[in-house]
């Protein structure tokens, strides 16, 4: 591994694996954190526990903001394993000389999010650090809810699965390039940024057969199809012409050179379903405006295992493998 | 009129049904080669596409794709990248360059280990971005290391002109441009030298439609009447690289050997000539350049002139700058590659101490190198 942290070790793919495997998990090391799931399952597998830090340039950006970065990202994680977001707590670093009007945007726009959620905060922490000690803002969530289906793990997938997408990808990555780069787009094109609980709770009380869920943040879709694939010892085999992505992703993609498997989402999930439960998944998922064109992507086999493979409509194949190193725009 | 959308740019590009119709044409006039034909795509953006779009699986045997040398990343030999290391290190200065560039292994590393150890190194989308980097620090000096081939040989000659109508004080420029025919002289001079035989030699090019944009169709003009090689100008979606290995069969099968343009959508004989006037004005050839692997190729890259030597930051800090030539790591064949001599499978390395995380070669470094393109996407036949 490096001698240094390099941001490549951030990206949600192979490096950051690496990071995390080699010093986290090997210092930290019990079976629950080995599960390498969205959020842990403790207390007898009656509640999920999860945590994330957020920074992010710009803070306000189209479709959402850091705050509300916050409290889906912990909330989603905890989704993702079948729970229902409950007590959550709250930790800003802050650099002097932030405004405080931007602040408490920030902090109205965690509200908001908390609310749809129906979960609330009940502890935090507020750090200020010397100007040029972090980046405007930093925030952590930590978040506990209880599990209202047990046994979704994504270290149980089969051939009897099927795998579904939630929405078109690569929003949010592309929102944060344009925004950072200033790139003008005549479109809209704004942040997947949503809480996924209420699309849960419908699929969970609909009986859907439902193996795994993976909200596709850092690394993308491609990140959690890999993951998958090695957790599970399976074979993804994706259609690629059926994996939706906007024609305003394709645009920043095409420009910059970029894959829209890759880049990030924040209110995207990828679904591991029973196959004879993946139309009644589809119809739930097509009821609600963040995810009405949910889709299938991929069929799961032994053909190669812990690989994934993309299916080109022209009759060609080639591995999808996970993200590696800094996202960095193609140079000509 | 309806608005253009940027789907129209590539999607009947891309379509199942012409991609598999160029296919069938080429299967069928494969059959009446009398040998096989090696085509070299000279730029990495098209060994991509190649690659990504897994084209070779849709094309008879006897046709073989050769990787070029284009890729302004790979071709960086190590002594320049150490030159903006010692440049980025220095204190009161960012060093600004391109993407990828960030991750290339110089000798005391990359300019991402250099920003990791508190170097300021930015990387940006267009050099014109360096004039707010330039705007937002006026205390400190900012150099553009500018890197690319005729593609990107323009936005820094549009930066160097505003930075001298602006009078800006503050912006320099370490110049590593470089142009694609004298090196296609080099490889076929090369070849031909060495080991012309049937299997390695370039029967024809697939000309970058990005550089002739630029410089026009016009630059390729002496490798059919003087070097009886055939160039095609095509474009990057598949549908386009397709064709124009269908236009090459076709000159083969007829007795023809001629430059064409697939890429007629933007291509012109002239190209953009107020970009050539604006390189002309700022830049002319240095009378050698050394590309990694390759060596040095003669009149292949621009410097600046020295009338603008007061913006050369290889001038200014040529006192700090080593000279001396550097070996790159004896076990990496990525001089073979970019040759064409070789392909990225063969190298003993590949895959295992040489991989897109830990890069021994530049190849592997680039998201446009061969061996990348290899790692990423040519594992599976």
């Known amino acids: 591994m490096n001698k240094q942290i390099t941001l490549a070790m951030g990206n949600g793919g192979e490096e950051n694996n690496e990071l995390i495997s080699k010093i986290f998990y090997k210092a930290f090391k019990n079976e629950i954190l080995e599960k390498s799931e969205d959020a842990a399952v403790i207390h007898g597998g009656e509640l999920a526990f999860s945590t994330d830090s957020f920074t992010v340039s710009p803070l306000f950006f189209e479709g959402a903001d850091i705050g509300k970065l916050a409290i889906c990202g912990t909330c989603n994680d905890l989704a993702m394993m079948g729970a229902k977001p409950k007590y959550l707590t709250c930790s800003v670093i802050i650099e002097e000389g932030f405004s405080t009007r931007e602040l408490e945007k920030i902090v109205r726009s965690m509200k908001k999010e908390l609310e749809i959620n129906g979960a609330i905060v009940v502890s935090g922490d507020t750090k200020v650090v010397p100007r040029g000690s972090v980046d405007k803002i930093f925030i952590n969530t930590t978040g506990i809810g209880t599990i209202i289906k047990k046994g979704i793990s994504s270290n149980n997938i089969s051939t009897d699965d099927v795998i579904l997408v939630s929405r078109d990808i690569g929003r949010h990555g592309a929102t944060i390039f344009a925004a950072r780069e200033g790139i003008e787009l005549s479109s809209t094109l704004e942040s997947d940024c949503a809480s996924l609980i209420e699309q849960v709770e419908a699929l969970l009380e609909a009986d859907v057969c439902v193996t795994a869920m993976r909200d596709a943040t850092r690394g993308g879709v491609s990140a959690v199809l890999n993951e998958w694939a090695k957790q599970s010892d399976i074979c993804i085999e994706v259609e690629e012409e059926s994996i939706p992505v906007s024609q305003e992703v394709y645009g920043i993609c095409e420009m910059l050179g970029f894959e829209a498997l890759n880049l990030a989402n924040e209110g995207t999930f990828v679904l591991a379903v029973k196959k004879e439960d993946a139309q009644k998944a589809l119809e739930i998922l097509h009821s609600f405006e963040n995810s009405k064109n949910a889709v299938k992507i991929a069929n799961v086999s032994q053909q190669y295992k812990q690989k994934v493979i993309l299916l080109s409509s022209y009759g060609t194949k080639r591995f999808l493998d996970a993200p590696t190193g800094e996202l960095l725009p193609r140079i000509c | ?381």
């Open chain 2, 1 to 381: 009129m309806a608005e253009l959308q940027l789907k129209d740019l590539y999607d009947g590009f891309r379509n199942p049904e012409v991609i598999q119709g160029f296919a069938k044409l080429i299967n069928e006039e494969a059959k009446k080669l009398s040998r096989p034909i090696n085509i070299m795509e000279v730029c990495g953006g098209h060994t991509h596409s190649i690659m990504k779009f897994g084209l070779p699986q849709l094309l008879p045997e006897n046709i073989n794709f050769i990787h070029g040398p284009g890729c302004p990343v790979c071709i960086m030999p190590k002594e320049r990248i150490d030159h903006a290391y010692i440049l980025a290190e220095l204190d009161d200065t960012i060093l600004v360059t391109l993407g990828d560039m960030i991750k290339v292994p110089g000798s005391h590393g990359s300019l991402q280990d250099a920003r990791a150890k508190g170097a300021d190194v930015r990387f940006v989308y267009s050099p014109l971005d360096t004039l707010k980097i330039a705007q937002e620090n006026p205390d400190k000096k900012v150099i553009f290391f500018a890197i690319g081939f005729e593609t990107t040989t323009p936005m820094t000659t549009s930066l160097i002109d505003i930075v001298i109508k602006k009078e800006i004080k503050n912006i320099f420029f370490h110049i590593n441009h470089v142009t694609v025919p004298e090196v296609m002289v080099e490889l076929i001079d090369s070849r031909d030298e060495h080991v012309d035989s049937y299997n390695n030699r370039i029967d024809a090019f697939l000309g970058p439609s990005h550089v002739s944009v630029i410089t026009g169709s016009k630059i390729y003009e002496k490798f059919p009447k003087e070097y009886n090689r055939p160039v095609v100008v095509a474009g990057f979606e598949p549908v386009d690289i397709m064709e124009a290995i269908l236009m090459i069969l076709r000159q083969f099968n007829e007795g023809r050997c001629e430059l064409e343009v697939e890429y007629k959508r933007l291509v012109s004989y002239d190209g953009n000539t107020i970009a050539q006037a604006l390189i002309e004005k700022y830049f002319e050839k240095a009378s050698l350049f050394k590309w990694r692997g390759l060596g040095n190729v003669p009149k292949s890259g621009y410097k600046l002139k020295e009338e603008f030597a007061f913006l050369d930051a290889e001038h200014i800090y040529s006192d700090i700058l080593p000279k001396e030539e550097i070996e790159d790591h004896k076990l990496c064949i990525c001089g073979d590659i970019l040759r064409g001599m070789a392909k990225p499978n063969e190298c003993t390395i590949f895959g295992t101490a040489c991989k897109p995380q830990t890069p021994l070669g530049s190849c592997m470094v680039s998201s446009e190198g061969a061996c990348a393109a290899y790692y990423k996407y040519g594992n599976l036949l």
